[in-house]
């Protein structure tokens, strides 16, 4: 007891005294501290230092006198569509292509000049499986279709008419767009461009404001009808990994990242399983961001119809078709190029339907000018088993491509070999970067590639290369890469 009664006298004999001393080293800190300061007021004062409390006047900065202004310049000089393809160049790189090991006998292939005009070909009046160079056929009659500045919308409308327990009724109803974001608007990418948050916030506002908590949730998928699906696409479709139904609402296309997709969402390499209900999972999400800004959704989202007179509580929109189509380009999109085809047919009176659509691309290509003969379309994004499409089609299409005006959207979005699409690492040789623009198709028994080059001596030559049952896939899809390559010394 006293042993411990004694340590305990120590104890608080010896805090009273670090007390004393922090005491003191605390005060001389203070000290000086307004000391410093002291000193700085009389140097910020004098005009010696910079700092708000200056005696001296100010000096107004002075701009130096503005440079000339200089007229814009190209940056890059037009192209000559006039100037002659080498036909012995172009013949030589065909051959070399046909005796390429892996080819095998079931290609196709076509040079031709910026006006069309076949130069060299190889079997180019046999019409073949297209794989997904079908989608240049479906972005050109989009693109001469379309208002390809407009937007997509994705809108919040409110239901006057209450239902059980006063629950007032909401409707999500969308025109098209498929890439909303989960999140805010995202100014910065195509996919996600408009994001259900935003709309969530815009909605939940709307509601407060008329003093609603508790609502009902309808989705209106009613645009593309109930045909959605071309037929025989599931024959290509393991895993509904390539495709899914057009719908008027969709979240990232329906990709089912489950936490691990790319960090860009215009920028993926990888192909999840989409989910097989796009619009249902939209309004699903949209009905739990309701609830995380305090709307109850009761029930749950349903498939519904926009009543008439219905408020609009808050819109979100797209980045523009022209966008959305380049994206679809780039990434070889199924889904996208379906829609494109079915937004065609309704802007041109045809069926809502997948024969509809494919009708509706091959009769605006005609009205292009362009050469159908022995076309077949299956679909309207090659994935469907039983296009047939020839190679002086593909090649004339690119060539439409480089005429300035109406369709200039369908050459927007092709794939640039070493930079950016599905041909981003198909490039052969790093002086032709830049110099080639191009659509590929993969399917398991076709290799294809269709686009235009910029030639190194001047001029633009335009080409199609398809490939049916190769003896190697492999060596065939690397046969092609090394006829591209070839296409802009000609």
Known sequence: MDKES???????????????????????????????ACGYAVLDIRGEVPGMLTSGGTQRPQASAPMRVRAARDVAGR????????????????????????????????V?????????????????EPASTMKTLTAL?????????????????????RGRGGAATVTLKGDGDMLLG????????????????????????????????????????GLFGKSRYPENIAENNDGNTEYTAVSSMAVDGGRQWGGYGPDDPDTYTAYPTMSTTPAQDAADLFASLLAQRGVKVDGGA?????????????????????????FALRHSDNTLAEEFGRLTALRNGFANSPQGATKAVTTKVRQAGIDTTGLTMADCSGLSPGSKVGVRTLVEVQARNLKPGSGAAAAEGLSVPGLVGTARNRIQDPDDAGLLRV??????????????????????VAFAVVVNDPGDLLQAREAIDAFVSAMDRL
Request: a positive charge; hydrophobic letters at 40%; charged letters at 20%.
């Open 79 to 110: 192209a000559d569509l006039g100037k002659p393809v080498d036909k012995q160049a172009a013949e030589a790189a065909i051959d070399a292509f046909a005796s390429a090991p892996g080819v095998g006998g079931d290609f196709s292939v076509a």
């Open 439 to 460: 659509k590929t198709g993969s399917l398991d028994e076709v290799t294809s590639m269709a686009g235009t080059a910029s030639r190194r001596g001047g001029g633009v």
């Open 302 to 326: 349903s498939a519904g119809r926009v009543a008439g007179g219905a408020a609009r509580l808050g819109v979100v929109r797209s980045a523009t078709l022209s966008q959305v189509l380049a």
């Open 182 to 221: 989960a999140g805010e608007n995202d100014p910065n990418h195509i996919n996600g461009r408009a994001g259900l948050a935003t709309l969530a916030d815009q909605t939940a506002q709307s509601l407060a404001r008329r003093g609603i908590s508790t609502v009902r949730l309808r989705y209106d998928d």
């Open 6 to 36: 004694g340590k305990g006298r120590h104890v608080r004999r010896s805090g009273r005294a670090l007390a004393v001393a922090r005491a003191w080293r605390i005060g001389l800190a203070v000290l000086v501290t307004l000391a410093l």
């Open 112 to 128: 031709a000049g910026a006006d069309g005009s076949i130069v060299a070909s190889r079997n180019d009046g046999t019409p073949r």
């Open 141 to 161: 009659a989009a693109s001469t279709s379309l208002d390809m500045g407009s937007t997509f919308s994705t809108v919040a409308y409110l239901d006057g008419a």
